[in-house]
C-alpha cells in the first residue's frame, strides 16, 4: 500500500510500505479521509518529540472495513467506521472507571516517541482494535467524520465541570476552541465569549455559536471581557484552548470568584502560576486529556445538525500531496486550517 511516511523531521514522503498486520482483535481499515491535527503540523518539525521518524502519522481518520479478526463479531466488511485516536488497553483499573483517555498502557495512533511507535492512519490501510471503533450515521460523511476526534476533545473539557455553564469564555478558537464554542451551544450555555488574536477566527466565532468575540491582542482586553458579563464579576467557567502562560494567565484573570478553570492547550510544558489568585478566589483547575469514550454523542453532534465541521475544513486534498499542505498549514499561507487528507 501507499503510506505518507516522515522520514525525517519536515519531510514526508508518499511511498510502498506493507500492509499493516490485522490481528485477531483487529480491523483493517481501507482509509476514505484523515485530517492533520495541529500535533502533526508540530510533530512534523520535531519539536514535540513524539513524531520520530520514520513514522506514519494521522490519528483523526474514517473509512471502510476491509477485514476483520477472528474474534471480532461486532463489525463486518463494508461497514463505516471511525476510530479514537488513543489505542487503550480496555483492562488497567482506569479503563474499567471508564476513564480510557488515562489508561496506563496508552497509545496514540501515529505517534512515536521512545516508548512506542504505532503507525496511524495517513495510508490507504490502518489496522486498529476493534474496541476503538465507532460506526458512522448514514447521513455522516467520511470527511466529517474525519472531525470526529477533535470534536470529542472538545465535548470532553465541557463535561470535566457542570453543564452548561452559564457565562463562559473561550480563549483561542482554533479547531478545538471553535467546536468547543460550538458544543456549548449545543449544550445551552447561554453567554459564549470567544477570545483570539486572529480577527477571522473570531468572526467564525461569532457565526457559529459565541456572543462575544475579544481580541486579546487589545490591553484592555481583560476588562472588555469582564463587562460582558454579569455585573462585572467575571465568567463562571474559562476554557483554554492554547495552553500558553499568557492566555492561562487571561483566563485566571477574567474567572469570577469560585470559578472554573479548564485547561485543554499544553503547548507550554510549564508556565508561571498565580498561586495567591487562584487560592484567595477559590478557582478550581481541571485538565482535560484527549477524550473519554465521547465519540456517539459527536456524531450524533454532527448528524443532527447541531455543530457545523464543514465550516472549519479549509482543504480536502490528496494525501499523495501531504508533504505540501502540512508545510503549507505549518507557515500559515492562505489562511489555512483544518485540511483533509484523502488517500
Not at 51 to 73: D, F, K, L, Q, S
Not at 76 to 89: A, E, I, N, P, Q
Request: aromatic share 6%; hydrophobic share 40%; charged share 20%.
Amino acid at each position: 500500500m501507499k503510506a505518507l511516511v516522515l522520514k525525517e523531521y519536515n519531510s514526508f514522503v508518499w511511498e510502498d510500505v506493507d500492509l499493516p498486520v490485522c490481528g485477531d482483535n483487529d480491523v483493517l481499515i481501507k482509509v476514505e479521509a484523515c485530517a492533520v491535527c495541529g500535533s502533526d503540523v508540530h510533530g512534523m518539525t520535531g519539536s514535540t518529540g513524539r513524531r520520530i521518524p520514520p513514522i506514519i502519522m494521522g490519528h483523526e481518520g474514517a473509512g471502510t472495513i476491509a477485514a476483520c479478526g477472528i474474534n471480532v463479531h461486532n463489525y463486518k466488511v463494508g461497514d463505516r467506521v471511525t476510530f479514537d485516536s488513543t489505542v487503550y488497553c480496555n483492562k488497567c483499573d482506569n479503563c474499567k472507571s471508564g476513564m480510557i483517555n488515562l489508561c496506563d498502557d496508552r497509545k496514540v495512533l501515529g505517534v512515536s516517541c521512545g516508548d512506542y511507535r504505532m503507525h496511524g492512519a495517513f495510508a490507504e490501510y490502518v489496522a486498529v482494535p476493534a474496541h476503538i471503533l465507532y460506526k458512522l450515521p448514514d447521513n455522516v460523511s467520511f470527511v466529517q467524520a474525519a472531525m470526529i476526534e477533535p470534536l470529542s476533545v472538545a465535548y470532553h473539557a465541557i463535561t470535566r465541570t457542570a453543564i452548561p455553564p452559564a457565562s463562559v469564555a473561550v480563549i483561542g478558537v482554533g479547531t478545538i476552541g471553535l467546536l468547543t464554542v460550538q458544543t456549548l451551544r449545543a449544550f445551552g450555555a447561554s453567554n459564549i465569549i470567544a477570545v483570539d488574536i486572529d480577527p477571522d477566527k473570531l468572526e467564525l466565532a461569532l457565526k457559529h455559536g459565541a456572543n462575544y468575540a475579544v481580541n486579546s491582542k487589545d490591553t484592555d482586553a481583560a476588562d472588555k471581557i469582564r463587562t460582558l458579563t454579569t455585573k462585572g464579576e467575571g465568567v463562571d467557567v474559562c476554557y483554554d484552548a492554547t495552553g500558553l502562560e499568557a492566555t492561562v494567565a487571561l483566563g485566571l484573570d477574567i474567572l469570577k470568584k469560585g470559578g472554573d478553570m479548564v485547561l485543554i492547550g499544553n503547548v507550554s510544558a510549564t508556565i508561571d502560576f498565580p498561586l495567591q489568585w487562584v487560592v484567595t478566589r477559590e478557582i478550581s483547575l481541571f485538565g482535560s486529556c484527549a477524550s473519554a469514550g465521547e465519540y456517539p454523542q459527536c456524531l450524533d453532534l454532527i448528524a443532527t445538525g447541531k455543530v457545523n465541521v464543514d465550516c472549519m475544513i479549509s482543504k480536502v486534498a490528496p494525501m499523495a500531496e501531504g508533504n505540501k499542505w502540512i508545510h503549507a498549514v505549518h507557515d500559515g499561507d492562505q489562511g489555512l486550517s483544518k485540511i483533509i487528507l484523502i488517500p
